[in-house]
């Protein structure tokens, strides 16, 4: 089933220039950029953006980290690109990630895990508005690919 999935290359992944790492790895794997920028988040997008874990102990150093330097929003779209992100970007805790991972290959942390995935398309809805517009995602067809 196609489907579209953010990625986010959080600070961490930026400072250590490992964005063309990540996509990389996305790209070989078959999966379709239509949607790429860097940005830099407001308090207030960062707080939208973590509405999910509003008044938890570790909600402000979720937002202060996102928004300490710019990060890199993708959108990806291919056959359950969903799950297929969230298996390469491997668990959330860095430290707990299986090697060959994104996250266990270069985090050894859960508060700085180099890459934010949605987690269904449900979450993908609610995150995609708050760093792209419509007319920001590029739909195409490669060369080479069957349309059915």
Do not use: W
């Not at 790492?21 to 920028?37: A, D, P, Y």
């Not at 102990?57 to 779209?77: G, K, Q, R």
């Not at 799950?83 to 942390?109: E, F, L, M, N, Q």
């Amino acid at each position: 089933m196609q489907e579209r999935t953010l990625v986010l290359v959080k600070p961490d992944g930026l400072k250590r220039r490992l964005v063309g790492e990540i996509i990389r790895r996305f790209e070989v794997k078959g999966l379709k950029i239509i949607g790429l920028k860097m940005l830099q988040l407001t308090k207030e997008e960062a707080e939208k953006h973590y509405s999910v874990h509003k008044g938890k102990p570790f909600f402000a150093d979720l937002v202060n980290y996102i928004t300490s330097s710019p990060i890199v929003a993708i959108i990806f779209e291919g056959n359950n690109a969903i799950s297929v992100v969230r298996t390469i970007c491997g668990t959330t805790d860095g430290s707990k990630a299986a090697p060959g991972t994104i996250r266990g290959d270069y985090s050894i942390s859960i508060e700085k895990n180099i890459i934010h995935a949605s987690d269904s398309t449900e979450s993908f809805q609610h995150e995609f508005s708050i760093f792209f517009k419509n007319n920001e995602m590029v739909p195409f067809q490669y060369g080479d690919e069957v349309l059915f």
